[in-house]
Every structure is written in structure tokens, then in C-alpha cells.
């Protein structure tokens, strides 16, 4: 008994019960008996609909027979049937008409063909066409006709589909009936068959008799009884009597016969077929409606039973809902709290060193079943291990980026350390191989050093590198410029004057610069990127172009929600991290970063910057200018260099310069310019012009170059933030 009352409490027995007899039943009864029953009925409607329009349709045909046979009679010579012609053409257009409406939005190819009547009633009126081919014109629309009275869509009931195929045999006879009395009425006119007229009597003949001899076998009694009787009146004798003449005179043998009788009795043959096939048809469509209201009546029984069935199951399914679904419900509402409020809230608290245990249990209501009750227990297990996983998940990323933040930390420190001795190191150097040795040497530390801070900005670390003041856009985007590899691919078009805070200033040159990174990565090597500055409204937009082989929409979707700081960086791929750093950087300054395609290929990333990072266009004082360069051969051309508003002479790209040969007296191996120690610069700086004599001339000697690159590294001297940071401290 225990045993028994414990299966009766678990969710199957409870299920089983409740829905064992009215599954079983509206199964059966839908799977046998439902589906037949539906489809007998609806091809019963169909057939019924189907009837009535192949009866309009015969209708159709006898009134498009009529027009053809006196069309082509008045052709032939027979001109007394000429006034017959519009009548029957009226009756005709009428009975289309008649048919299009019942057709409703059905489409009727055979019924849009009759839309060439006008042309064929056309030609014969003018005597464009021949008697044949205005024969073979209306023949074929005729055929078609013929054609959609075939096919019916029926059951599998024999009777129905006896009647269906003796009305199609008998249309069939009615054509060509119709076909011989237009025929032999022009040979009778003419006195002789001509040329293989008489081999076509044979086949219309033959024709018909085999449609005859099939209409014999599928005629129900009644409608062979009425063949029988059509055949034997008088019209049809008087018919058969001359045809008779007709297959005796042969071939090119004068035919004496009355052509008024011959067309007045086959007339009547064509209307009593007529009335045959309607008997046949309203037959065939009684039967139909037949077979539809059965189908109807045992479609009633089985709605009730079905009904009967589903009244039971939901009287089942009412007293069950107590014991099933509010347990469930309860059970279901507890397990999304756990999974969206509690659980989430004690991992947060876990990760931020508050361990005060995992969430409370989920409480099972009073009277569950031991389904439900097992089902607790089991999320219980699963809140537990869980919370144990998230908490062991929340420390291992503390540690982590604590790991990541100290190893960025002890990178940045050593690599600033790193630039000021290599500073030093410069202003002690004379030899211009050594000179040009620590010049890479510094680039590359350069490089590093942004790196040790991408570690930084992954696990939110704040760089201690900060500007005090504004700064102008333009030198935070040259600064991004000198920290790239491949920095003389970079060329700088139109950039809008700006200014922007200087504590954004450090993070918005390392985003540009992991930018410019990727954008010279993707590019080919002999292939510029170009970067734009305007100010949009009260914001400003940077672009950064290359021409290199693009994204697909895909990845471009992809890497816009890296940018968009989606996702974790320690799950992601290891090539898209300057994607992750860029994403940070862009969410802590609040500047919106996307790629989006270029122009012609390749890819621009636009960077929109909020006005609140954009400072009041102060002027700054300009700095010292730099000393002379010791003297060397120059050109006999003047080069004079634009002031910019601090001396941060970075990258000035204007357009892009041939290179000069590497390894030169003054270069080092890579081109960079051997910087001259600034005690053999002292010289005072000479006096600022005014602005329209401080144009730009800029040369494409290695002299001009020289000089651009000298005043570069002075700049860069001055005013990088590292230098700046380090004298502060």
C-alpha cells in the first residue's frame, strides 16, 4: 500500500491518469477517423464546386461551337448564316462572362485564352484567314476548355468518379460531333472533299466513336439508356445518312448532299448532348452533396466524442492543478530568484571579499509531491556548487588581474625608467651611430611601455601618466602617431583645432594608437593611413582610414561590440585584446568608437568624443624654441616651420615624402633622424615672425627632412607625457 500510494504522488502516475483515456481516444479518433473525414468532405465541396463550373464551361463550349461552326460557314460560301453570327457572338461573350464569376479569383489559363477571340473574329470578318485556319483557331481555344473540364478532384467513391469520367467522355463526343458539322457543312458547300479533307473526316470520325465507346463504359444505365435514345432519334439518322453519303463519295468525289439538313440535325444532336451532359452533371453534383453531408454527419460525431474526451481531460487537469502546478509554479518562481537575484548578489559579494556563505535554500510548499520535493533538492546541490564554482571563478579573476596589474605596474616602472636613462644616455651620445642606436632604442621602449599599460587598462588599473592642462587634439594625435611602429605610413589631413582635457589626454593617445596599430597591421606595406579630425556640433569626430583588405559584416558586427567594451578579454581571442583595451578606454571617457567600411576598401574607425572631453581653446604659451642643429651641407632653399601652439613637433604629415636612403651619415639603419645632444644645441632659438611669414615650405631634400626630424625629437623631448611625469616626480 505504501509502495502504491507513493506512485500515485509522483509526477508520471498523476499524468498518466489524468490523460490516459482522452489521449488515447482523440489520438485514435483523429489519426483513423478525423483526418479521413475532413478530407472526404472537402473533396466533396471541391467536387460539388467543381461540377457546376465544368457544367457552365460545357455551356461555354456548345455556344463557342456554334460561333465557330457558322463563322466558318460564312467562310466556306454559306452566306445565309451571316446574320446568325453576332447573336451567337453575343451568347457567347454572355456565357464567358457567367463563368469568369463563378470562377471567382481563380486563375483559368484556358479562360484567359479566350482573350485572342477578338483577333480570331477579326480576321474572319475581314477574310484575313482561311476557312481551316479559322477552323483550327477556335478549335484549340475549344480544346482548352475541354481541358479544364477534366481532372475533377473526387474521392475515392466509384459512383462519383463513373460519372466524372462518362462526362468527360461525353464532352468529348460532343466535340468532336461539333468539329464534324463544320466540317463536312464546307465540303458539302464546296460539292467535294478537297486535298486530305477526307483523311481528316476519318480521323473526327474515329475520334468520336472511340469517346463513344469509352462513354459506354463508364455511363452509369440512365445516361447510357439516354445515349442510346439521342443516337436513335430522328436528327441523329437524318445526320448519320448523310455522313454515310459523305464516306462514299471518297476522296475527291463529288458529294451530293443538303447542306441545311445536315446542319439542322446535328444542331439538335449538339443540343440534346447538351442536356445529356447537364443530366450527367446534376447527377454527378447530387451525388457530391451526398458525400458532403455524410461527411458532415460523422464529422458531428466525432466533434462530440472529441469534445467529450477534452471536457475529461480538463476535469483531470482542474484537480490535479493543486497538487501539480502550484507546487511547480512555486518551485519554478523560487529557482528564477535564486538564478537572477540571490545567486548573483552573494557571488558579487564573494568576489568583493564578503563571504558570508551561499543564498538560503529554496522552500518547497506544504503537500508537493516527491517529484517536486527531489527537484529542490536538486537545485539546492546546484545553488551550492554553483556558488562554489562562481566564488572559486571571482577569485581566480581577482588574483588574475591583480597578477596582470602588478606585472603592468612593475613593466611601466621599469620601462620609465628605461626611457630616462635612455634619455640621459642621448644627451651624453656624439657619435651619431650611437645616436641613432638609442633613437630606435627609445622608439621601441616607447612601444613597450604602451603595452605594459594595455595590461592596465584591461584590469581597470589606473596609469599614473596624466597632463595637468589641456592639450591640444592635434598633439595628442601626433603622440599616438610617434608610438606606432610604422609611423611614417601614418599621413595627418585636415584636422579641426581643438583642445582636450589633459586627464583624458594620456588614455585618448593610447586608444588612437592601438588604432593606428591595427590599421597599419591589416594595410598593405606600401599603403598610407590617414586620419582625420572635424568637429561635429559641440563634440569632435576622429577617423582613422586604411586601404587595406577589410572586414566582412560579420567580424566588422563582431569587433564593434568589442569596441562597444562587450564581452571579457579573458575569454576572447588573444589578437583582438587592442580591441578589449580600446573598449575600456572608450567606456571610461564615454567617446563612442565603431569600424565601419571605407570608401573604397579596408576599414575606418571612427572615434566621436563627447564635449565634456573637450577643453576651451586657451592659448598656450609656446615653449623655447629648439636650437639649431649643428651645421651640415644644405640646400639652398629655405625651410621654415609652423609654430604649432605647444611645441610637441610630433609627426607633420602633409603629404607623403619620398623616404630618404636609410643608412646615411645622419640616419640610422631604420631612417630615423640622429638626434644632436642638446649641449651642442644651446644657441638661442631665432625670433617668431608673424603668422603670414611663418609659412610652411616644406622640401622633399633630405635636408628638409632632416629638419622636420630634428625639431620632431625636440618636441618629443619636451613634451611627451612620460618626460613630463617624470619631472613632476
Request: charged fraction near 25%; glycine fraction near 8%.
Amino acid at each position: 500500500m505504501a509502495r502504491r500510494t507513493e506512485r500515485d504522488q509522483t509526477i508520471r502516475g498523476r499524468v498518466v491518469r489524468m490523460l490516459a483515456l482522452p489521449l488515447a481516444a482523440m489520438l485514435a479518433l483523429l489519426a483513423v477517423i478525423y483526418g479521413n473525414e475532413i478530407g472526404r468532405y472537402r473533396n466533396a465541396t471541391a467536387t460539388a464546386h467543381r461540377v457546376t463550373l465544368i457544367l457552365g464551361l460545357q455551356s461555354l463550349i456548345q455556344e463557342l461551337q456554334n460561333e465557330r461552326g457558322l463563322t466558318v460557314a460564312v467562310i466556306g460560301g454559306n452566306t445565309a448564316f451571316r446574320d446568325r453570327i453576332a447573336p451567337a457572338r453575343a451568347r457567347v461573350d454572355s456565357q464567358r462572362a457567367t463563368v469568369r464569376s463563378a470562377l471567382g479569383g481563380t486563375a483559368s489559363a484556358a479562360l484567359d485564352s479566350l482573350t485572342d477571340l477578338g483577333r480570331i473574329r477579326d480576321r474572319a470578318d475581314a477574310g484575313q484567314d482561311a476557312r481551316d485556319d479559322t477552323f483550327d483557331a477556335y478549335t484549340k481555344l475549344i480544346e482548352g476548355l475541354g481541358d479544364d473540364t477534366r481532372h475533377l478532384e473526387i474521392v475515392d467513391d466509384l459512383d462519383l468518379r463513373r460519372d466524372a469520367e462518362s462526362l468527360e467522355m461525353l464532352t468529348e463526343v460532343k466535340e468532336a460531333t461539333a468539329q464534324e458539322w463544320v466540317f463536312l457543312d464546307g465540303v458539302i458547300t464546296a460539292g467535294r472533299f478537297q486535298t486530305g479533307e477526307f483523311s481528316r473526316l476519318l480521323a473526327i470520325a474515329a475520334n468520336r466513336d472511340l469517346a463513344l465507346g469509352e462513354f459506354d463504359e463508364f455511363a452509369d444505365p440512365q445516361a447510357a439508356a439516354a445515349k442510346t435514345a439521342l443516337l436513335s432519334s430522328g436528327a441523329a439518322q437524318q445526320a448519320r445518312a448523310v455522313e454515310a453519303a459523305a464516306l462514299r463519295a471518297g476522296d475527291r468525289q463529288r458529294l451530293q448532299a443538303d447542306a441545311g439538313s445536315w446542319w439542322a440535325s446535328v444542331a439538335t444532336m449538339l443540343d440534346e448532348m447538351t442536356a445529356l451532359a447537364g443530366q450527367i452533371g446534376d447527377h454527378t453534383l447530387a451525388r457530391a452533396q451526398d458525400l458532403r453531408e455524410r461527411a458532415t454527419l460523422r464529422l458531428g460525431v466525432l466533434s462530440a466524442i472529441v469534445l467529450l474526451c477534452l471536457a475529461g481531460s480538463a476535469y483531470l487537469a482542474i484537480g490535479a492543478t493543486r497538487s501539480l502546478a502550484e507546487p511547480l509554479a512555486a518551485l519554478a518562481a523560487e529557482a528564477d530568484r535564486l538564478a537572477g537575484e540571490r545567486l548573483p548578489v552573494a557571488v558579487r559579494r564573494a568576489a568583493a571579499g564578503d563571504d558570508a556563505g551561499p543564498p538560503d535554500p529554496i522552500p518547497v510548499i506544504p503537500g508537493a509531491s516527491a517529484e517536486v520535493r527531489r527537484v529542490a533538492d536538486a537545485l539546492d546541490r546546484v545553488r551550492t556548487t554553483a556558488y562554489a564554482l562562481a566564488t572559486e571563478q571571482a577569485r581566480i579573476r581577482r588574483g588574475t588581474a591583480e597578477s596582470l596589474a602588478d606585472l603592468g605596474r612593475r613593466n611601466q616602472n621599469l620601462l620609465r625608467r628605461q626611457l630616462g636613462f635612455i634619455t640621459r644616455l642621448e644627451r651624453e651620445e656624439s657619435s651619431p651611430g650611437g645616436l641613432a642606436n638609442l633613437f630606435e632604442l627609445d622608439h621601441l621602449a616607447t612601444r613597450m611601455r604602451r603595452n605594459a599599460e594595455s595590461l592596465l587598462v584591461l584590469v581597470g588599473a589606473a596609469s599614473p601618466r596624466q597632463w595637468p592642462g589641456p592639450l591640444p587634439l592635434s598633439d595628442v594625435i601626433r603622440a599616438a602617431v610617434s608610438e606606432v611602429e610604422e609611423y611614417r605610413r601614418v599621413v595627418l589631413r585636415r584636422l579641426d583645432d581643438a583642445m582636450v582635457q589633459g586627464t583624458v589626454a594620456t588614455g585618448l593617445a593610447h586608444m588612437l594608437a592601438e588604432l593606428i596599430e591595427n590599421g597599419l597591421t591589416f594595410s598593405p606595406p606600401d599603403v598610407e593611413v590617414e586620419i582625420h579630425g572635424r568637429r561635429i556640433g559641440d563634440g569632435y569626430l576622429i577617423a582613422v582610414c586604411d586601404q587595406g583588405v577589410g572586414m566582412s559584416e560579420e567580424d566588422l558586427a563582431r569587433a564593434n561590440q568589442r569596441l562597444r567594451g562587450e564581452g571579457d578579454f579573458m575569454t576572447g581571442p588573444a589578437k583582438y585584446l587592442g580591441h578589449y583595451v580600446v573598449g575600456r578606454l572608450a567606456a571610461e571617457m564615454n567617446a563612442d568608437v565603431r569600424l565601419t567600411p571605407s570608401a573604397v576598401t579596408g576599414v575606418t574607425a571612427r572615434i566621436s568624443l563627447p564635449a565634456d572631453l573637450l577643453a576651451a581653446d586657451l592659448p598656450i604659451a609656446p615653449s623655447p624654441a629648439p636650437a639649431p642643429p649643428r651645421e651640415q651641407p644644405r640646400t639652398t632653399e629655405p625651410v621654415r616651420i609652423r609654430p604649432r601652439a605647444l611645441e610637441v613637433d610630433y609627426v607633420v604629415v602633409t603629404e607623403r615624402q619620398t623616404p630618404p636612403e636609410l643608412g646615411g651619415p645622419d640616419r640610422t639603419a631604420n631612417g630615423l633622424r640622429k638626434r644632436i645632444p642638446r649641449a651642442r644645441r644651446a644657441e638661442p632659438a631665432p625670433a617668431r615672425t608673424s603668422r603670414d611669414d611663418t609659412t610652411v615650405n616644406l622640401i622633399d631634400s633630405p635636408d628638409a627632412v632632416r629638419d622636420r626630424l630634428t625639431a620632431l625629437r625636440d618636441g618629443i623631448q619636451r613634451g611627451t607625457f612620460v618626460t613630463t611625469s617624470e619631472e613632476h616626480r
